[in-house]
């Protein structure tokens, strides 16, 4: 009877820690702290760290447009056709480029698609990578560090309201940023 009752027990614990795990994976964008691994180990801390490579220089999208986007191989190409220093993943990226193949990146930050947010708009009006990305150019491997919720981006919107009124209300109104 006992040993029924913790098997029962233990069955609905588990159903419900198993909806609570598939209910927080449906929640696209919220994934505080993910850091997949990738397909060639890029490191943010070699390139953007200690070569004080500029975001801009690989990421030139957020300046103009709505994604940042990630650079072609043939960009890396244009430091790795010259450096001779060689390594497993810098033989995957020569034989890509080879091959003219893509590399296939992981994305670490998903925002629903029922979500417009643009990075010009951002950049333009000053708000530095790091304020949402955190310290990339510490990082071996990205990790999504902003909790990326509606919370989130609305309290930010509101302190800039509040320090400056002058500010046209960019930012409360749904329709700015959904569809
Ligand atoms: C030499 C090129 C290069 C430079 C410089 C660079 N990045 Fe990247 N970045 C990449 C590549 C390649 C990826 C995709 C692989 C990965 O996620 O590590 C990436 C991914 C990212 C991502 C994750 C994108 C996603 O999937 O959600 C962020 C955020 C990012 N970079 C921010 C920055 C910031 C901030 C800087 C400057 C401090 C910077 N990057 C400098 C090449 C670069
Ligand atoms: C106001 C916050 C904010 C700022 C500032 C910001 N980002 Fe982002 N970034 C985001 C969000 C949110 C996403 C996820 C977008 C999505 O999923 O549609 C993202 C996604 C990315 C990606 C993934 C590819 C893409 O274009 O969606 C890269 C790379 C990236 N950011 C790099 C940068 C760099 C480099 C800078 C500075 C030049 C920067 N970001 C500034 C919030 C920001
Ligand atoms: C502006 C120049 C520049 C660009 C662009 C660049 N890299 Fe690098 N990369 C370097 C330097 C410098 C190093 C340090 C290695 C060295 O001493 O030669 C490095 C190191 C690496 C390493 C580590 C090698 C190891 O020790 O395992 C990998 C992997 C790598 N880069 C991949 C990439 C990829 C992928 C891209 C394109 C998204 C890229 N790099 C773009 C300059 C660059
Ligand atoms: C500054 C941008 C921004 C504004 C303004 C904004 N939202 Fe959102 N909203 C988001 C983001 C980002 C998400 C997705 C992340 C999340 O679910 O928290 C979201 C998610 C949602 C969701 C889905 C919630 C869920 O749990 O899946 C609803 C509903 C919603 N917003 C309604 C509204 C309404 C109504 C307004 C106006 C009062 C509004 N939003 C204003 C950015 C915004
Ligand atoms: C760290 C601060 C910060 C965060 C976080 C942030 N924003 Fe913004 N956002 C700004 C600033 C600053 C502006 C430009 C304000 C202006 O032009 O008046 C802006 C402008 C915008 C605009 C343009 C509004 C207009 O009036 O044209 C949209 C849309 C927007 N943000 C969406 C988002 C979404 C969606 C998120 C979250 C995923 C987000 N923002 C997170 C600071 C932020």
């Given at each position: 009877m006992l040993r029924r009752f913790v098997f029962l027990a233990t069955a609905i614990v588990c159903l419900i820690s198993a909806g609570l795990v598939a209910y927080e994976m449906s929640r696209v964008g919220v994934h505080q702290?993910?850091?997949?691994?990738?397909?060639?180990?890029?490191?943010h801390k070699l390139h953007a760290g200690d070569s004080r490579i500029q975001c801009l220089y690989c990421h030139f999208g957020a300046r103009t447009s709505r994604h940042a986007g990630i650079p072609p191989v043939n960009v890396c190409m244009n430091c790795h056709g010259m450096l001779t220093k060689q390594s497993v993943d810098i033989e995957k990226l020569k034989e890509l480029v080879?091959?003219?193949?893509?590399?296939?990146?992981?994305?670490?930050?998903?925002?629903?698609?029922?979500?417009?947010?643009?990075?010009?708009?951002?950049?333009?009006?000053?708000?530095?990578?790091?304020?949402?990305?955190g310290p990339v150019e510490t990082m071996a491997r990205v990790r999504q560090q902003a909790p990326l919720t509606m919370g989130w981006c609305i309290q930010c919107h509101r302190s800039r309201q509040v320090s400056d009124p002058h500010t046209p209300a960019a930012n409360l109104d749904c329709g700015k940023c959904h569809y």
């Open positions: 702290g993910y850091a997949p691994e990738q397909p060639i180990a890029f490191s080879e091959r003219r193949q893509p590399a296939q990146w992981i994305k670490v930050h998903n925002l629903p698609d029922f979500v417009y947010f643009n990075h010009s708009q951002h950049v333009i009006s000053g708000v530095a990578c790091q304020t949402c990305h």
